[in-house]
């Protein structure tokens, strides 16, 4: 063939979403199927496997057509070591070695990544970061991860787990975060953070509309769509969240001073109503050379984000 083939696995705990594309990113088939994680890695490798011969066979093309498989998973990945050291949403995947086991299955070499590196990757090279080679990439959803991008470059540290800006303690007397520790950004400002604010400020008989949202399974979605009616209890745990999330975002402008500052999953969704006070509090917070130079923007790659930098990172190390 005369283009170059690239798979790409973004593995999550309840979903696998697998691609099939060239080395410029155009997707030539897709598939997406409920993840087995809760039956452990073996079940979870041999669905991998099946998703790559699903895009396969929907593109009418064989393995040997395949350069190569990226895999993509949320989780402390040791680059070094290529271990899966343990990932939030995959049970049993601790001490896993990914690429070999995935490698054996199909016959072809694997790379794996951080999922949270593959999305910055991806957006530097064919989203909102597009032709800057400094990119923070932020994503704020039920946790908060993050991908930095350096020289152009995934920046992963000594061992590949550099990026964690959901666990940078902010508030350190804040509520217990899920890796056990006090303060992290994650436990102020994630969605799973809004909710959370939110269903205690009405189970302590607080006066909002939030009583009546979503059946009573608030979200942060319940919380953004009372906020846009001006309730005010919803303003306030935004406003909490937001600050928190700006304090952070001020701290990366000052440490990397990056051109663009990429905000993704989905309490980005929000659009303005969640990026233009984060905009202020970099504005008047961080360093005026750096703040002046940084623009944040909404991530334009969605939940192609992750399989997108995979087929980059792929290319790349191809040459």
Known sequence: M????YAAIDLGGTKIYTVLADSQGAILAAARLPSAAALGPDAVMQQMAVSVGTVLDEAQLNREDVLAVGVCAAGFFDWQEKVMVSSPNLPGFSGVALEKRLSSLLGLKVLAENDANAAALGEA??????????????TVSTGIGAGLIINGRIYRGGRGFAGELGHMVVKPDGPVCGCGRRGCLEAVSSGTAIARAAKEAVNQGAATILKTAADGQLTAPAVFAAASQ???????????AVHYLGMGLVNVVNMFNPEVIVIG???AEAGETFLSPLSEI???????????SVALKKAQLGVKAGVAGMICLLAETDG
């Open 2 to 5: 005369k283009n170059k083939l």
């Open 265 to 267: 999953g989905g309490v």
């Open 230 to 240: 001006g309730d005010a209890v919803a303003l306030s745990v935004l406003q909490h």
């Open 125 to 138: 090279r064919l989203g909102a970061g597009r032709g800057c080679s400094e990119v923070v990439y932020v």
């Open 282 to 292: 970099i504005a008047a917070r961080a360093v005026p050379p750096a703040a002046s």
